[in-house]
Nanobody, 119 residues
């Protein structure tokens, strides 16, 4: 079993920054992808950004140039630096990890952290 512990959400004004952190614990194979999703009220959960254990990153178009995802592989931790925040970034942000073996993919979610951006 894998546990994901998130931190760093909060209330900020438009244009400000926040940094989210997510630490994974448990049995984690080295071949994995960690990332962040978000879900706003009345909307589906969507990918914000993710990063593979090999260093590849992927961003939603809506956050490119404003958000940066990074990982500390040794600590099984992923960060999301969010800058130039907009009210439309308001959502619950969920940490996600997908762990790949030769035969299966295992996926785990954090409990979510609220990010609220006021105008």
């Amino acid at each position: 079993q894998v546990q994901l512990t998130e931190s760093g959400g909060g209330l900020v004004q438009a244009g400000e920054s926040l940094r989210l952190s997510c630490a994974a614990s448990g049995y984690i194979r080295s071949f994995n992808t960690m990332g962040w999703y978000r879900q706003a009220p009345g909307k589906q959960r969507e990918l914000v950004a993710d990063a593979t254990s090999g260093g590849r990153t992927n961003y939603a178009d809506s956050v490119k140039g404003r958000f940066t995802i990074s990982r500390d592989i040794a600590k099984n931790t992923v960060y999301l630096q969010m800058s130039s925040l907009k009210p439309e970034d308001t959502a619950v942000y969920y940490c996600n990890i997908r762990i790949f073996s030769s035969s299966s993919t295992y996926e785990y979610w954090g409990q979510g952290t609220q990010v609220t951006v006021s105008s």
